[in-house]
């Protein structure tokens, strides 16, 4: 009597709690709003997805994974040629638990631990190309570590520890000339009828060009009333004098009249 027994296992499909909503819009969306000088191109939709790199299914990002796995998310993103050569790029991810590393065309461009926290990849020159050909890799690892991760252990009882591109994600086109950060602070008056701003941004240069700008470059601060189009105040203009791909920090300083301060009563 010949016997044959064939063992089979069964690799259960990763299950998706998929958000999958485009990045909201407007003056007050999350950290980079709408602003004339910046192009956000919005990578929520739809992305393939493989935990073993050889069967690619589809899901909506943002979204999350029920599993503990790593699973790689791929698609393709579109760049207009003409935004090439005014524009460097930077990839903003407002959360991706827990570990992840994003690569672009082929090339690694970074690397981040922390699921609640958000971060920022600059994209390298002549990695993005003109068209739809460009492919965004993000392997995600959401496995609880002693040596990586807190906690190191499912807690019994606590979150579970989903994996995924759980928050919106894009790509933040801006001048190559642009303000990486800014130190605001400010002294009001103890009658509360003047206001004094004291600005120090770090402006950083990604290969802006000076010699195409007709006269000098200057710094001007510019503070409107909330909602509208009206002016409360403008800082002096200073001159800037930059090199080529180094940042740079300047000072300047504004007085705002009759500020309408914020209280519970007015927020």
Not at 41 to 60: A, I, K, N
Not at 135 to 158: A, C, F, H, M
Not at 199 to 206: A, F, G, N, T, W
Not at 208 to 213: G, I, R, W, Y
Request: charged content about 20%; hydrophobic content about 40%; overall charge negative.
């Amino acid at each position: 009597m010949l016997i044959v027994s064939i063992s089979c296992t069964v690799f259960p499909q990763i299950k998706f709690l998929e958000n999958g909503q485009p990045s909201p819009k407007g003056s007050d969306a999350a950290v980079y709003f709408d602003s004339p000088n910046r192009v956000i191109t919005d990578l929520s939709g739809q992305w393939r997805y493989s935990s073993d790199g050889s069967e690619w299914l589809e899901t909506t990002i943002p979204g999350a994974y029920d599993a503990i796995n790593r699973v790689t998310f791929v698609r393709n993103v579109e760049i207009n040629s003409s935004m090439l050569d005014s524009y460097t790029f930077q990839l903003v991810a407002f959360g991706i638990n827990y570990q992840s590393e994003v690569t672009l065309n082929g090339t690694l461009i970074g690397r981040h631990l922390g699921g609640y926290s958000s971060f920022v990849v600059p994209i390298p020159a002549n990695v993005l190309q003109a068209g739809s050909e460009n492919v965004i890799s993000i392997s995600v690892d959401n496995e609880l570590t002693p040596k990586t991760t807190l906690p190191l252990r499912q807690q019994v009882g606590g979150w579970r520890s989903y994996g995924g591109i759980t928050r919106d994600l894009f790509i933040l086109a801006t001048p190559k000339l642009f303000i990486d950060d800014a130190d605001i602070k400010y002294v009001i008056a103890q009658d509360g009828r003047t206001a004094t701003l004291q600005i120090k941004p770090e402006i950083l240069d990604r290969g802006f060009s000076a010699s195409e700008q007709s006269g000098g470059i200057g710094f001007v601060v510019e503070v409107f009333h909330a909602g509208t189009d009206s002016l409360a105040g403008r800082s002096q203009i200073v001159p800037l004098n930059f090199q080529k791909n180094k940042p740079f920090i300047i000072e300047t300083q504004l007085n705002l009249n009759e500020p309408k301060l914020w209280s519970p009563e007015f927020p």
